[in-house]
């Protein structure tokens, strides 16, 4: 399928206001979404998934399409952090590894709490660390855990191209 026919039928079946970043139904697609409803439901991590075709599709995608009329070429990126926030003012196109800079929260296993924050044991000290072009770099140890948090995150506004908080 070519991707003008892909703008075509998403086209024909939703429009999207990019004020709000709403996508809604022109069409009647089933018994739970009627006309002018507004198209897809929210995972747990709160991105918003549409099904039209047997397919499932992620709506700030479906937001791309429809706004400049292709499929973005790379990742989508939310740049305020909020993945149902799906306004075209706060979508860009930008590669897996800027996208990956412009996280908020820390990984699940990391027990700090804090991005960039660890307990270092042997020194009984919180440790900041920053990673830049898959290597960690390390930036300071601190009696204060919030102080640790503070330096990695002017070092990520600094070092991380796409970095937004």
Known sequence: MTLESDFERFNGAMSYDKDSGNITWRIWVSSSSS???????ANKKGYIY?????????????????????????????????PSDNRILNLRCVSQSVNMQNLRNPPSHNK?????VSWFTAG???????TIGGKEKHLGYFIDKQEAYETYLE?????????TI
Do not use: F, Q
């Open 50 to 82: 549409i099904g039209l075709g047997n397919k499932i599709y992620l709506a700030h995608r479906v937001a791309w399409l429809l706004h400049y009329g292709e499929w973005p070429d790379k990742n989508i990126d939310h740049i305020n952090g909020n």
């Open 155 to 163: 070092a990520k506004r600094r070092l991380h191209e796409g970095c």
């Open 124 to 130: 009984s000290k919180w440790r900041a660390t920053i």
């Open 35 to 41: 006309i002018g409803s507004i198209a897809g439901h």
């Open 112 to 116: 700090s709490g804090l991005m960039g």
